[in-house]
Each structure stands twice: as C-alpha cells, then as structure tokens.
C-alpha cells in the first residue's frame, strides 16, 4: 500500500529585510532565548522543538550583540512558529486546520513543517502580531527568534569546528519575501570596515534562496567575517532559516549487475560462479536467464530516462558514443540553449553544463553514469550483446541519460545549484529519475534533503537517488546529507564478489538526526569497473575500478529504471509481457517495490538496521517472471487515500507456498511525505501510517517488534508462508 497525501498551501506576503529586536542588556537576551507571548503556552512536548535554541544561550548572546532598533514604519508582519495542540487530530490534518484558519493571501504563508508529535504539529507561518494574538486556544504561537534559524547542534558544530571549511551560507527566505529586494539589502549590509565584501547571489525556485560566498571561495570564512554575517542574517524578518553550506563532494572510495538483479551468478552447467574459480568462460557460459533474468526477459530500461548530477560526462566514450554530430561532444558547444535536449540520441540526450561541458581524466561523473546506463557499441566492430562479457555495461543499459554538470575541471568540491532548478531542467525530457552520488557530512534535514522531498511530494512519480556517504567508519549517524532526505531512497555500499554477503567498512550509517531509518537500501560498491573518462580521447572502451557508496548509488538508479520498464512493459500482475496491462508507478511504489525485496545480509535476524537500511538489493525478490525460478505473487495498491482513523483492509491466501518461489511473504508500506524545516529534529514525519498484518491464527505483526512506528515512512513486515495460510494487511 502506497499514499501520496495532499497539502494544501495559500496565500503571499511581500516581506523585506528589517530588524526584529532592540538593544538587549543581558536580562533581556536571557529572555529572548525563552520568549512568551499571552498566547503562548506550550505543553513540555512543544517546548522540544525549542531545545535546538534554549542550549545555545551562550552564543546566542554573542549573536545578539548590538542589536540595532526597530523602525516604528515597518509593517509587524513577522515569521511565527505555530503549533496546533488539538489532540483530536492527526498531524497533516492540524496542518490544513492551520493553513484553513491562516487563508487570508494578502497576510500570511504556511511555510514548512517544523515539528509533528502525538500532542502537538507546528510549523512556520507568517502574520501579524494582530493575528498571532487571535488565534484560537488549540493554536500555541512563537515568535521565529534568530536562534531558531539555525540548523541542529548549531553551537557544538560551530565551536567544535565542524565549519571551519565553509565557504559559503545558504539563507532560506520566508513566505513571500521579495527575493531581489532582500538579496539588495543583506548585500549592502555586509560590508566590512576591511573590505571584505562576500558576493550575495539570489537562487530562485519554490522557496527563494540566497547565497553567500567568500570572495576567495572556496576558501572558508574567516571566523569574525563568518559569525558577523550570521549575525546579520539572524536578524532579518525575511530570512526563515540560515545554514552554514558544508562543502559537498563526489563520494568516491564491477557493481555486479548479477548480484543486485539475481544473486545467482551461475554458468549453463550449473557451477556457481559467484566464487573466483567458477568465472563463465568461452566453454562454460554464463546462464543468462537465471543470472540476468530481466535482461533475458527484454527488461532493459528502455524508454527511461535517467538524470544524472555530477562532475561531468565524456560522451565520446564508447559506452555513450554516437557518431551523429548533433550527438556527439560538439553538440555541447553548439547549442547556444543549454536546456536542449534530443531523445534520438543513442544514450546522452541532454548535457546541461551548468559548470563546464566535459569531465575530467578517469573522472567521477563518467564512471557513474556507465555504471547507470552504460552501453559498450563500438561503431568500427560488428554490434555486441549485452551480453557481451568483454563489456562492463550499466545495470540499465537500454535507458538514455541527462547530465548536469556541476564541477568545472578537477576540484574538490562541487557547485550545487538549487535542486528544483537541476530536477526541472530534465523532467519534460521525461527524466522521472535522478542519481546523486555527493553529499555533505550533516545527518540532519538540510535545505538540500528539504528540496528532494519537496520535489518528490510534489512530483509523486519522481524517483531521487542518492549516495549515504563514506564516512561508515564514525559509525553511528555517520549518514551525509542530502541522503538524509524522507522521500529519496539513499544507498550504502556492499561488498562486490567474491563475498557479496557482507557490508562494506566505508558505508555511512544511520540514523539520522530525527531518528529515521538510513540507508534505506545497499547495492554493490566495491571495486566497479565502468567507463573512464579521457577527455583528449575520441572514442575507447577504456574502463576504471572504483569503490564507494558512489558506485552503489548509480547502480540502484538504473535498478529503478528496470522497475519502471517492467510495469510500462505490462509484466505486472502475472510476471509475463501484456502491453495491455501497461502502467507507470508513483516514486513510493518504487520504493516499496525495491525496499520490499532487499534481503538482510550477514549474521542478522533483524527486519532492517542502520547499517544496511532494508537490506541488499535483489531485484529477483521484488519482480516476479512466470517461467522462469522467480515466480511468484505480487499485488500493488498505489495512490491509496487513508484519511483520519481510517483503515484500508486487504485479504490475501495461499493456495500453494510449495509453488512459490520465495519461502515466505513479505508486505511494505511506504509514502511521500511532506517536507519539514531545516530546524526540524524530532518528530519530523507529518504523516503517521501503520503497517499491520494479521494472521489466520489471529496473530498480529507489527513493522517494529511490538510497536508501531510512528518516526519512518517505509514501514516493512515479514512472515512465513504455509500452504492454504490466509492473512490480511491494513
């Protein structure tokens, strides 16, 4: 079962920059870090949300210093966190009563989920001190002080050095807010008796940002320059949040197509060549249908499109290549419309060079995306397979790739746009998938995770994938943003033959700072052979090892495309091509389709951890094909709607488990959620579903033990199947 819920948001305000505070004397500040309005009392649940400023009074002061007066003309029109308390309903239900009760456009904007819990769901909001004080007994109001605009373990972070390395600082505007107006100001603001002048850049998209960049970026901030320009920041009515940009970088350390798609490397006289001393050879073949079933079945992912950011593409690989000039490299250059696009292309059917229009030697963004889509033709030898042994082709190789550029030559970090800016370059193309091996070192809800899930909420059938970071060896909560994000599916890194079984010492882990599940998913990531790049090169079938969650990541993008290619194929619900039954699926009923096959690996019997999320990637698991080993049933309820204390009930038996390919019954639930702020570090899910599974015997399963969870959005349940068993999941 699958839900999309919907949220409802109206209304405008135009904004500018002004200042919220007079002078304070330590009294005051003391007050301003446990602010009170008549209105404002908060139960000690809603007062959680306030810890992430409450202990941070000490630099709090140091910000609060020298705080300039108000001026008497500027409208009060001010950003508030509001919490609805009434009990009687549940979290996206308090929010439409918020936006519902708030619909005057002229004066107030729902803006981001900051806080949802059993007793309480608040978020951001902008309005008059007027109707802040009119609000109903069940609405609890906070003003938005500057401490709340900062991102979780603001103070240890900054004292503990976890910026030291930053260049630049991401401003997140509120509601409305005139984004020129506001860049015109803060950029005259931040003017230094020394010179300094950090360039101020506004990045449009849903939720307007600003950017902040040290004149010698990527040289960090200076530790003075960097807390003033917070300090300012702080201070602006039309700024919602402030998050100091971590640098982001490529996640880098042969992703067995075999593995993730069966499991099951086997040659036609039965030796498993999952070990070392049993490789197929020209004598003894690989068993094509039993390792590589969904390629043998014509399961490619032909017809998807597969978006891909990172450090650049070289094209003129023979993994990629296509002899037409308007396909070739030189189209880069001579599309003056950097957004054009050409689906006749054999593979690269769109280069956005937001930095530059190529990739560096043995580069990072040429291995992924062979890793992806990756094609060996070589257009001065006779056609191949894909089947071809000589070639190290993609997990999708019969799907087209986007690119979007974003480093220029060889650096260490990359330059990210806004992604709702990157998503939407490539969607009319129709890319409905993209593949993001990069990240920060933060495991909590940045703006970057807030934009996928965003975009994902919004565009139900977009599917983001990104790498769970490097960082596994700092163990728990090592888990990087943007994976961090609710409706992405984030991938760590497994171990490649010989001993697939096992996970990779490198592979962040979770959970994130509000507690959810991470990664969702693994996939091999060790030693991946795919194309290299050699920009001096026309043409090759040059290839590279590389090893990271990196490699895992591009391979479960292009596991998503042969998902989406077996549905539109018409393969569901009986396992054999019906173009009759042809249908697309939502980015939650990919989800749930992956996540519901993943197998747990290694000595464990739990259902899923924070180290390998739901388990190895098993394609076979997940998508049933009649006459072949993996046959058995599936059913999907997609674009359910379940409103306030409703249930939807399914019924299901077993006629025969002898006949069934798989030894038990697995059952997973996952949606979309809405986004939550940045500031957000508990309770963040919105929506609370439950997945529940009731036995013939009466017996009833849970996702977690005993207990429901109410933290994650994928929910998973697993039992044995016997003959004639029945069962009902609601």
Known sequence: MTLHSTLLTVGILLVCCIVLFTSLDKADQADLMNPTLTSFQPTSS?????????????????????????????????????????????????????????????????????????????????????DAR????????????????????????????????????????????????????????????????????????????????SPSSPLPFSASHFLTILTTLSKCSSVCNVEPALPIKPLSNKA????????????????DCNKNDALPSTSDPLDKVTSLPYWSAGITGSGQVIQMSDTGLDIDNYYFYDKRAKCSTNFVFANPNRNSFDKDCRKVVQ??????????????????????????????????????????????????IAFFDIMSGKQEYLSIPNLEYVFSKAYDIPARTHSASWGSSVNYLTSTSNDIDKYVYEKDDYVVVVAAGNSGDLGEGSIGSPATAKNCIAVGASNSKPNPDAIVWFSSQGPTADGRIKPDIVAPGVNTLSARADPNKIGGDDVSSKSGTSM???????????????????????????PSHSMDISAATVKAVIINGAVMIGQTSELRNNIMGFGLLRLSRSLPLTGTEYAFGLYISQDEKVEQAETSEYSFSVASASACSLSGVSATLVWSDPPASSSCFKDCMLSDLDLEV?????????????????????????WAASSEATFKVK
């Open 256 to 271: 067995n197509n075999i593995i993730a798609q069966s499991g099951n490397c086997m040659t036609e006289s039965g030796k």
């Open 351 to 400: 280069y956005f060079s937001y930095s530059d229009s190529d990739d560096y030697y043995d580069g990072h963004g040429t291995h992924c995306a062979g890793t992806a889509v990756g094609r060996l033709v070589d257009p001065n030898d006779p056609p191949t397979t894909i089947f071809d042994t000589s070639a190290e082709n993609g997990f999708a190789p019969g799907a087209q």
């Open 46 to 130: 809603v007062f959680n949300i306030h810890t992430i400023f409450a202990s941070d009074t000490a630099l709090m002061s140091r910000i609060l210093e020298e705080i300039p007066a108000v001026d008497d003309s500027h409208p009060l029109l001010l950003p508030y966190v509001v919490c609805n308390t009434d009990t009687t309903l549940l979290g996206i239900h308090r929010l439409r009563s918020i936006s519902t009760y708030f619909d005057n456009p002229s004066h107030h904007h729902v803006y981001q989920n900051l806080h949802n819990s059993d007793d309480a769901t608040c978020v951001i909001i902008v309005l008059s001190d007027m």
């Open 552 to 578: 895992a990541t591009p391979l479960v993008a292009g596991a998503v495309a042969i998902v989406k290619d077996y549905f539109q194929q018409g393969f569901y619900p009986s396992g054999a091509k019906n």
């Open 134 to 213: 009119s609000a109903p007994d069940t609405f609890v109001l906070h003003p938005l002080t500057p401490s709340m605009k900062f991102p979780l373990d603001f103070t240890s972070n900054f004292e503990g050095g976890v910026y030291d390395d930053t260049s630049s600082i991401d401003v997140e505007l509120c509601p409305g807010a005139n984004i020129e107006d506001t860049t015109s100001i803060i950029s005259s603001l931040l003017t230094f008796p020394d010179g300094y002048k950090p360039p101020v850049t506004p990045s449009f998209g849903s939720e307007p940002h600003i950017l902040i960049s």
């Open 694 to 718: 009731t036995l013939s015997g009466g017996d009833t399963l849970l996702s977690v033990g005993n207990s429901r969870d109410s933290v994650n959005n994928v929910e998973r349940i697993r």
